[in-house]
């Protein structure tokens, strides 16, 4: 079908409308102080985790390398905040936890999305027995404490990183598929989608095209905090061995192995501890801030 | 908004700090408080579990002087005494004795008699006659006799499990008398020491075992002829022992009313208890904080040899460590020495070969691997892999930081060689079913502690490297029958010929040293930490991690 002038014309105009909506969305965003030094935070670990070969003098020790000769120094200039238990520089071990902690926390939060969006959107979509369906899976999901079962999962997936990350992400999904569900549900009485329906839109597409857009949002801000849940989830399981194995570095892993030695040389746990604590905070702000911004009613009134 | 960034700062300071101080100081500071009113740090007793019934008081201020606290590290298992094979004897030998003591290492004499008095074996070591102690009374009133000697034993070889193997050689057992009992082995073997077994050789009440059966005794139930009965059992918690006052040995001024058991499975908590005064005694802190105990004149370190040591079997079915090269190239590997001085301060010595420095059997001369790279790379490219390139696995007891520590540090050399070590942390009972599950599913390196139920070195050489059709023990999947009649027959001769008996097991040694069966890593130190007012305690490697109560007191 070849567009008309007048097609191009509204396409033109929607998407001017569009850039107006970022640029107040952006506007109100640099407003808010909290959310600006929460966004410097996770960026300044996600390029610590990512650089950290170059950032750190001492790499090899970030693998796991033992350097047993400096066993636990206190914080100095050659090791900025000390050296654990065989040695290595905390602030490296640091740095490359990042890369485990940080990659458990958005790749829970994508897996769970993964599942759970497109679920929800069938659900609340076709209601019916599908609905039904689909939501008492989820019910069962979620009557189980979050975390237990994710240790039952990954106790039983043996202990590994990425059965770290699937113990974490089926506990995760049932919330986006609720959320996403209440959305559809919403939306599918709409006069736009009511529209598209009589003029013979397919179900896919509403669903791609219409639906899924607006459900993007509140997905997206639940998602920001929840990478920070994720992270704990990730280190509490790492904590209690079922996680990442040594000699790979990861903040929950560095709090269960310097837990012991935390009353002398709290500088070991007390760091990873830090780390995992400023970086949980910074997406929960990072999250609050993205639900304000994009919900119209609170950005203009910020 | 501004309320929800609030709390979400909470929910975040409290995990961190949840995490990082899991049980962590009910008291902050380390001033050696007297005994206070309460045990404050308990925060390993699960909190779904309703208080039992039977839990006991908490010691109060008062009566603490005449109790002495032992924070222990471990649950315990089984407290069947024909059953038990574990930590439970730190429980057991407080309530249960043995016909015979091994004295502690420099005694003058090997053994002391304690429920016999007096014993002789015929020349060749097949009949063992034992004089019983008169006036003993079990703690239910019954008498104790040779009746109740062939009782016990008879029945712990009926059941046949944990350490009742020590008993095999005995064909029959005769009452002579009220107060003598004779023992008819089908091949010779030293019963004297057998007979001091810290596991398997208690002597229990007849009647309360016919009567009760095992589960009684794990509710927390003991019928010896002991110093002290258990009083009361909270599983997994707490468990009280007071005294038996007529006990045949007698009661003095200064000893304890009573022995607590505190369990914490915590090495913070337990280091927690006994700084505060809470705790008398305890074990199994983390090492890299004793320097700091030391420090300290209310508290006493002691360190004192064991005969445990740290071994890494290997799994000698399953490709490549079924090559003896490949073996040897990774006993050739680990830096025992720089380890031991460096990451363990000293708290080990390298072992030669698997039978413990103190215990007869053991020989300085035998054969000990060093670190030599070189010849580790030398040994495996004659083996066929120049450049290493496979991967073994290796599993060590989550939380155990020296084993996870040695991990590390050998994963990092073994990298050198080409070889991917992967270290795994698991559960002592999961990695043990791994173990056990074939050559093929089994790990590749399995590192185990053992030590002695009887002090002889078949103990080691048997239970670990002995041909097995079942696997309990032997972990290395080994099987060699020059080995096995070796030990055997030096097993048989340890009861009339002991001379000849060591030579034999030290050729037996050669043989695994030379097939690199296993990594001796290190004999282990004992290290136990006390209350600096506890007097008395003397450390008996034989028995591992128990502190006889009765000899105790508490200077005023």
Not at chain 1, 133 to 159: E, H, K, N, Q, Y
């Amino acid at each position: 079908m070849a567009l008309s002038p007048n097609d191009v014309d509204v396409r033109a105009q929607r998407r001017s409308a569009r850039y107006q909506e970022y640029r107040l969305m952006l506007g109100a965003f640099r407003r808010d102080i909290l959310a600006l030094i929460s966004l410097v935070i996770i960026l300044a670990f996600v390029i610590g985790a990512i650089f950290a070969p170059w950032l750190t003098p001492y790499p090899d020790q970030g693998r796991g390398e033992p350097n047993i000769l400096e066993k636990f120094q206190p914080p100095s200039w050659k090791h900025p905040l000390g050296t654990d238990y065989l040695g290595r520089d905390v602030l490296a071990r640091i740095l490359f936890g990042g890369r485990s902690s940080l990659s458990i926390g958005f790749l829970v939060v994508f897996l769970a999305g993964l599942i759970g969006i497109p679920l929800g959107a069938i659900a609340g979509f076709y209601g019916g027995w599908i609905d039904e369906v689909l939501m008492r899976i989820t019910d069962v999901f979620l009557s189980f404490p979050p975390l237990l079962l994710a240790v039952a999962i990954a106790a039983a997936l043996g202990p590994s990183f990425v059965n770290t990350m699937i113990a974490i992400a089926v506990t995760w999904w049932p919330w986006y598929a609720r959320l996403v569900r209440a959305q559809t549900l919403s939306l599918r009485e709409q006069y736009f989608i009511q529209a598209a329906h009589s003029i013979g839109v397919g179900d896919l597409t509403i669903i791609l095209r219409h639906i899924l857009p607006n459900v993007l949002g509140p997905v997206l801000v639940q998602g920001t905090m929840d990478i920070g849940s994720a992270i704990l989830t990730g280190a509490a399981i790492s904590f209690i061995g079922l996680g990442v194995q040594p000699p790979t570095a990861d903040w929950g892993k560095m709090i269960s192995t310097g837990r012991i030695y935390f009353i002398e040389r709290p500088w070991f746990a007390g760091s990873a501890g830090a780390a995992i604590f400023l970086v949980a905070l910074a997406f929960n702000l990072l999250g609050d801030a993205v639900r304000d911004v994009t919900d119209p009613r609170t950005r203009r009134g910020a | 908004m501004k309320k929800k960034w609030l709390w979400s700062l909470i929910v975040g300071l409290l995990l961190v700090t949840m995490l990082v101080q899991c049980g962590s100081p009910a008291q902050p500071t380390a001033t050696p408080a007297p005994p206070t009113q309460e045990p404050s740090a308990k925060p390993t007793t699960p909190p779904t579990q309703p208080p039992a019934s039977t839990q006991a008081p908490e010691p109060t201020a008062a009566a603490r002087a005449n109790v002495f606290v032992y924070a222990h590290p471990t649950t315990f298992p089984d407290l069947d005494p024909a059953k038990s094979y574990s930590n439970d004897s730190a429980v057991l030998s407080n309530c249960y004795e043995t016909l015979t003591f091994y004295n502690p290492p420099g005694s003058k004499e090997l053994l002391k008699p304690v429920l016999a008095t007096s014993w002789e074996s015929n020349a060749d070591a097949t009949e063992w006659t034992f004089h019983l102690r008169k006036g003993v009374k079990f703690q239910d009133g019954e008498p104790f006799n040779a009746a109740a000697v062939k009782y016990s034993i008879e029945k712990t070889k009926e059941i046949g499990v944990g350490a009742a193997y020590i008993w095999d050689p005995v064909e029959d057992i005769e009452v002579v008398d009220d107060y003598t009992v004779k023992f008819h082995l089908s091949y010779p073997a030293p019963l004297d020491l057998i007979a001091s077994s810290g596991y398997a050789a208690w002597i229990y009440s007849p009647k309360a075992y016919e009567e009760h059966g095992s589960d009684w005794f794990n509710e927390g139930h003991c019928v010896g002829t002991g110093p002290y009965t258990i009083e009361s059992y909270d599983r997994g918690s707490r468990l009280v022992m007071t005294r038996f006052d007529d006990y045949w040995g007698g009661w003095k001024e200064g000893q304890f009313d009573k022995v607590v058991f505190e369990i914490s499975e915590d090495p913070v908590v337990l280091q927690q208890m006994i700084e505060s005064g809470t705790a008398d005694f305890t074990y199994s802190l983390p090492p890299d904080n004793l320097d700091a105990l030391d420090a300290r004149e209310d508290i006493v370190v002691y360190r004192n040899p064991s005969f445990q040591n740290l071994l890494g079997l290997l799994n000698t079915q399953k490709p490549p460590l079924d090559n003896k090269l490949v073996r040897q190239a990774l006993s050739y590997s680990f830096p025992y020495k720089q380890f031991i001085d460096v990451v363990m301060k000293g708290r080990a010595v390298q072992s030669h070969g698997p039978v413990p420095a103190g215990m007869w059997g053991h020989s300085d001369e035998l054969f000990q691997y060093y670190y030599d790279l070189d010849k580790a790379k030398q040994l495996l490219a004659e083996a066929g892999y120049p450049n290493g390139g496979f991967d073994l696995l290796y599993t060590y007891a989550t939380g155990d930081m020296d084993e996870q520590q040695l991990g590390e540090v050998w994963k990092a050399e073994l990298a050198k060689l080409g070889i991917n070590l992967k270290v795994q942390g698991m559960s002592w009972e999961a990695q043990w079913e791994l173990a056990k599950s074939g050559p093929e599913k089994a790990q590749d390196i399995f590192v185990m502690y053992w030590w002695p139920d009887y002090i002889s070195p078949y103990s080691f050489l048997y239970s670990m490297f002995h041909s097995e059709d079942e696997i309990l023990f032997n972990l290395a999947y080994y099987r060699n029958p020059k080995y096995d009649e070796l030990i055997d027959k030096a097993n048989e001769l340890s009861g009339s010929d002991r001379k000849k008996a060591e030579e034999l097991f030290i050729e037996a040694q050669k043989i695994l040293i030379d097939d690199a069966v296993a990594l001796f890593f290190y004999d282990v130190q004992n290290i136990h930490v006390a209350r600096a007012d506890i007097k008395g305690y003397v450390d008996n490697p034989a028995y591992p991690h128990v502190v006889f109560a009765y000899q105790l007191t508490r200077a005023r």
